[in-house]
RNA sequence: GGCUCCGUAGCUCAGCUGGAUAGAGCAACUGACUUCUAAUCAGUAGGUCAAAGGUUCGAAUCCUUUCGGGGUCACCA
């Protein structure tokens, strides 16, 4: 903020005092000059043509001229509507001193605002998935940023570790499994959970099917299909059907979720347990991602405090019972439709919990903000958890952001587990690894590095690739994922960001310690210097935008254009011998200056810079 | 169908709170390593910014309509 600051007091105080201007009421555009212009930054001209009321030609020369006398800028030029400022070039010595002195140039102090950041928030029946990495990353990312800006911020993460479906899980588990643990059958905890669950679900499709031949089956279909319909469509259609009053399996499955809400104490110790494995797994990805969490939320022990908030909103009239004794809230005020929030026999479903939850929290944290990382397919899910929570007049009502973020698809199409075609998310940083040390061995220094630290490296490049690869589109965005791509190691990439700022570690592991004294603050940085002096100037407020819209991408496209300016001017002017001194000394800052940012904002990411690759 | 998001080069994406001739990467082709790490750089080629209107000094960007695609509209989560 530092050069771009100075600059636009300095241009106000010109156009107050040059042509009486409000200055409360401008707020002139200080653009970026295009690099096929002389200049650093540019002013527009257009928007200030009816208030000053002089040609722009004119006015650029008189503005000019002033900032000349003012000594902030060297020299100017005006083309067409835009006043082209270069700046004095002490300013940039001295800018580019304060960036190598700040201790975390960007971040700013802290401003006493709490932030809860939900995200990854799985469910215990399967492994992660891309669809996963996207989310963690997504909101590891906004949980970084916020903080480098000031916030204070809870990672937190809400279990999904109820319900029918890890109970087909512990069913499964106890017909078939031979009392066998992930530690004695060699698999990942949440892996192995995920396997029983799959396998209940062939079970019974294998039950379905001779269900579907045999004479009670047919009997169904005769009695219920519809005008015309088909067999095929037919049991398709009332699969749930079978499930809840036909199927053995079925009847096993929720005979055991109704011991799980009685609290049957084998039930429990079985549920206790298989969860246990998944957890273990479940962490060790996230290990593996680099992530971590402040606080774990259980829907197991928020779902029955949902219903306490149904129970206060029927109470003061909010909400109202239908003779079912289904509890349902009116939101057409608002757009939207009737919603229930209890079922007649009195459970709770997705909201209840939502309800709660949220309400728990705010008592745990009095957060200002609460931000939830959940994918588009949950829009008008979380409209109504939010209009929910104003009817409520819930203190935290006001604060609550859903960063919505596209579904990951590939390019054959959507990920669907029944076809198989879901990516693991294990497999996956096993994959970019590989990937990693497979390109990287006949390169840079890597080969004369003892193996684990090699691993090290290996394992920050593929994983700075894939997480780049996911970071750089925006949220909102629907991505194909190409898996092919996602190991790509040049050109817009992770690796190609490491790239510049090993580039640099290298230079200052052969500098010679004796010439690092004091900058000429006389030195003249040529343009390709003079752009990556603009990028370091511009980081902080990239920065803050990508806070205030919580994009993690704008940092991730940053941290690529710097890079890859850095890249130009290492192949445009050398550095360690350069043609003085004082172009040496200068040099040697800048690129420190550009590797700490580069190094900073990648951090903000997830994304780790080896010093050698 | 209602609501909502998206549509920019062959592909993957920037640019969107209006500013100069719409940018990168991949893929294709040509060049640059006895010189600070070639995971790099320079160059060639590639565009009706889905379409049409409107707003204005100026529109990929804002508004309206149309077309195409996704999501959602459960006593599922």
Redesign the pocket.
Known sequence: MWVREILEKEILQTLVQLYQLDGDNISP?L?V??T??E?EY?L?L??L?PKVRKKPEVMGGEIGDELVNKGIIQSYNV????L?LTLNPQLWTEFIQYVCQTEGYGSAPANGEKVIVEFSSP?TNKPLHLGHIRNILLGWSTYSILKERGYEVIRTQII?DR???ICKSMLAWQLWGEGKSPADSGVKGDHFVGDFYVLFEQKFQEEYKAWQESDEGKAVYSKDKKEGEEAEGFYKRIK?IYFNQYSVLGRAAKDMLLRWEANDEETISLWKQMNGWVYEGFESTYEELGVSFDKVYY?SSTYLYGKEIVQIGEDSGQFYR?E???VWVDLTDA?M?EK?LL???G?????T?DLGTAHMRYKDYQAHRMIYVVA??????FDVLFQISKILKEPYAEGMYHLSY??VDL?SG?MKSREGTVVDADDLMQEVKQE?KN??TD????GTLPVEEQEE??GK?GLG?LKFHMI???P???????PK?SV??????G??I???F??I???I??MDEVSDNGLNVDYLPFSLEKELLVLLSEYPIELN?AAQEY?P??VA?FA?KL??TY??F?????????ESEDAKLFRLELSKGVAQVLERSMKLLGIEM????
């Open positions: 555009t653009n000059t295009r096929e212009f200049g540019t527009v257009f928007p043509i083309v067409k509507g835009f082209n469910n999904n319900g029918i479906a749930n829907e239908k079912d004794g289904s757009g439709d229930i079922r007649s026999d459970t709770s479903v997705y909201i919990q588009d397919e949950q829009n008008y899910h596209g579904m390019p959507k990693a390109i990287a390169k840079g220094e890597i490296i290996f490049i690739a750089k589109v925006q909102k965005k629907r991505m194909i994922f190409d791509e790509d190691m040049q050109g817009q990439t690796p190609y490491q790239n510049a090993v580039r570690k290298s230079i592991r052969k935008k994009d991408s704008i496209n690529y890079a890859k890249h130009r290492y192949n445009e002017h050398r550095i360690l011998s350069a080896p010093d050698k690759m």
